[in-house]
Every structure is written in C-alpha cells, then in structure tokens.
C-alpha cells in the first residue's frame, strides 16, 4: 500500500465514522487531559469513553479485537477503583499523591506486563480470529499495566502509556477506526505531557503514611 492509497484509506474510513467512535474520542481525550492535571474527572469521562470503545472493539472491528475489548471493560473496573482511590483523603491531604514506583511496584508492574501480554496473546491465538493476537495483546498488556499504575498516581504510567499508544496507532488504522488513530496520536503526546508535568508535580506533593 503506497502512501496514495494509505491516505485515500484514511479519508474514506473518516468519512464513515460512526457516533460512538466520535463520543468515544471526545470523552477518553478528556480523560486524559484530566489525568495529566492531576484532576479527579479522569475516571468519569473515562468510563463513557471505554465503554464505547469496547462496543465498537467487540461489535464492531473484523475480525473484533477482542484483547483491546476485554482492555477496555477492565478501564472500567480500574475507572471505578481509580476514582474511588483518588478520593480518598485524611485531613484534607491526599492519601496517594504523585510519586516514582518503588522497587516492589516497578517489579510488580513488569510481572503484570508479562503475564498479560502471553495470556493475552495465548487467548487470541488459540481461541479467536484474530489477526493481530501479537500487537492486540502488547496494546492490552501495557495498557493494564498502565492503569494500575494510574490508579496509585504513579509517574511510570505515563510510560507504559506511550508504548501502548505507539502499537495502538497502526493497529487501529488497519482495523479501519480512523478517528481512533489520530486519537491514540494525540495520546501519545499528552502521555509525554503528562509525564513531564506529573515530574514536576511530585517534587510539591504532600505525602502522608496511611
């Protein structure tokens, strides 16, 4: 496919984008401008996003991309845990505040990372159609990693977000979800955004023992 037909591809899939995919965008791209102001809305609109995306990830996508749709109903329930840690506070200060992993929660996050990238890929290949069980299951596993790391206000889960948005990008413009693309595009820059500015924000954090 030459860059001709890269772009009349692109055009064409844009043109037929469906509602949800477009509420989908506009939702998860707030989410993430609020997660990397620190600001408790991320979960919320979040959760409209990712419920969307997995319809359309299930439903919608041919063959479905059935990794990025089970990443999507797991956003939720990390959503809900997320919001409920983020509220927590003692006397007025924040329980989980902005911080660097330790050594146990950078091994733990690796551990997970492994696990859920081969039981991912493992699930695709043997029990689905898929044709991208590789790079469905990277996206998923990053992602998942990236959550739980986001759910603690670790800094490192800005990272694991900009690897996951690099494979999201031509995974979602081969399944044709145009206006996914350029969203994960935009991910990736506000995922270097934010972990820049959740950089600084941890030298000005108040911390507390619970």
Same mark, same amino acid.
């Given at each position: 496919?030459?860059?001709?037909?890269? *772009? @009349?591809?692109?055009?064409?899939? *844009? =043109?037929?984008?469906?509602? @949800?995919?477009?509420?989908?965008t506009f939702a998860q791209l707030a989410s993430v401008?609020?997660?990397?102001?620190?600001?408790? %809305? /991320?979960?919320?609109? !979040?959760?409209?996003?990712?419920? =969307? +995306? +997995?319809? =359309?990830?299930? *439903?919608? +996508?041919?063959?479905? $991309? #059935?990794?990025? !749709?089970?990443?999507? &109903? #797991?956003? $939720?329930?990390?959503? &809900?845990?997320?919001?409920? @840690?983020?509220?927590?506070?003692k006397e007025e200060i924040i329980i989980f505040p902005?911080? %660097?992993?330790?050594?146990?929660?950078?091994?733990?996050?690796?551990? $997970?990372?492994?696990?859920?990238? =081969?039981?991912i890929w493992a699930l695709l290949h043997n029990f689905t159609n898929s044709n991208t069980?590789? $790079?469905? +299951?990277? /996206?998923?596993?990053?992602?998942?990693?990236a959550?739980?790391?986001?759910a603690l206000r670790k800094i490192e889960n800005w990272l694991a977000w900009i690897v996951s948005n690099l494979v999201a990008i031509p995974l979602n413009f081969y399944k044709g979800f145009m206006l996914f693309t350029l969203m994960y595009v935009v991910f990736l820059l506000m995922a270097w955004a934010g972990f820049v500015s959740w950089k600084k924000m941890a030298q000005t954090t108040p911390t507390i023992k619970t």
């Open positions: 496919m030459d860059i001709g037909e890269v *772009f @009349q591809k692109f055009i064409s899939d *844009f =043109l037929t984008t469906r509602w @949800q995919e477009w509420i989908s401008w609020y997660a990397r102001k620190n600001n408790i %809305w /991320v979960y919320p609109t !979040g959760i409209v996003g990712v419920v =969307l +995306a +997995a319809w =359309l990830y299930f *439903f919608i +996508a041919h063959p479905p $991309l #059935y990794a990025d !749709g089970v990443l999507n &109903l #797991y956003y $939720l329930v990390m959503s &809900l845990y997320g919001w409920y @840690q983020w509220s927590r506070k902005i911080s %660097w992993c330790t050594s146990k929660e950078m091994i733990n996050g690796i551990i $997970l990372f492994i696990v859920s990238w =081969l039981a069980p590789v $790079l469905d +299951a990277l /996206v998923s596993a990053t992602a998942a990693t959550m739980w790391w986001m």
